[in-house]
């Protein structure tokens, strides 16, 4: 069965620090890789995706991510973190079947970041 | 606005009730999706419409029912409901030939006493 594990649950950093959140999905076909954000009382909010070609994907805020396919891997950096990115922070893989296609989520990072 | 427009914000509902949440999906999209987002958990899939019709199935009891209307708005419909149904349940709407791009609505909060 298709996974996706975030091994930090919660992350605090101080303003300006570097961010790195780590996550590894288990799925043998071709997959998408997203990353979404929940702001307390928000909707959750796509940073950026992941199709194909350049492993190194830039999204919204400074964000960006890396695709490693040996390792199953699509980790989440910022290099310097402002207090307004305190948020849930979650990995999603996008399998597509002949059906259809659906999300998995990881359980999420909650990120608190400290003026 | 994210476009996808979910009702009620809130409910409390009883042990045993039923419930109906209702899902209007972004100008333009013709799939939706249910999830559930249990307190500190990922969001989880509960199913997928198109075409008026359920598509794919998560791991959910058939208590968890649901529907799609012509204009592809969508309704969950949970029956019998339990305590640990109490989540938030989110509805994502997409085209089904799309670059996957998904629009999330800000969810119905469901609590079950």
């Known amino acids: 069965a298709q996974s996706v594990s975030q091994h930090n649950h919660h992350v605090i950093l101080s303003e300006a620090a570097s961010l790195e959140l780590g996550c590894n999905y288990s799925y043998g076909g071709t997959v998408n890789l997203f990353w979404y954000v929940q702001y307390p009382g928000q909707h959750l909010q796509l940073l950026l995706k992941?199709?194909?070609?350049?492993?190194l994907v830039k999204g919204i805020k400074g964000f960006e991510a890396e695709f490693i396919k040996s390792k199953f891997s699509f980790n989440l950096r910022k290099p310097s973190v402002q207090w307004s990115d305190t948020a849930e922070y979650f990995c999603?893989?996008?399998?597509?079947?002949?059906?259809?296609?659906?999300?998995?989520f990881g359980t999420g990072t909650s990120l608190t970041v400290i003026p | 606005d994210a476009g996808v427009t979910q009702s009620p914000t809130h409910l409390i509902k009883t042990r045993g009730q039923q419930v109906t949440l209702r899902c209007s999906p972004k100008s333009g999209h013709d799939t939706v999706s249910w999830y559930q987002q249990a307190l500190g958990q990922g969001p989880q899939f509960i199913f997928q419409y198109y075409e008026e019709e359920e598509r794919q199935r998560g791991n959910f009891p058939d208590r968890f029912s649901g529907h799609q209307f012509p204009n592809y708005s969508s309704e969950l419909n949970v029956n019998a409901l339990l305590l640990g149904d109490s989540a938030l349940y989110l509805c994502a709407s997409s085209l089904r030939r799309g670059d996957y791009g998904y629009t999330f609505g800000s969810g119905t909060r469901l609590t079950v006493v």
């Open positions: 999603a893989v996008n399998a597509r079947t002949t059906t259809g296609n659906q999300f998995y």
């Open positions: 992941y199709f194909s070609g350049d492993p």
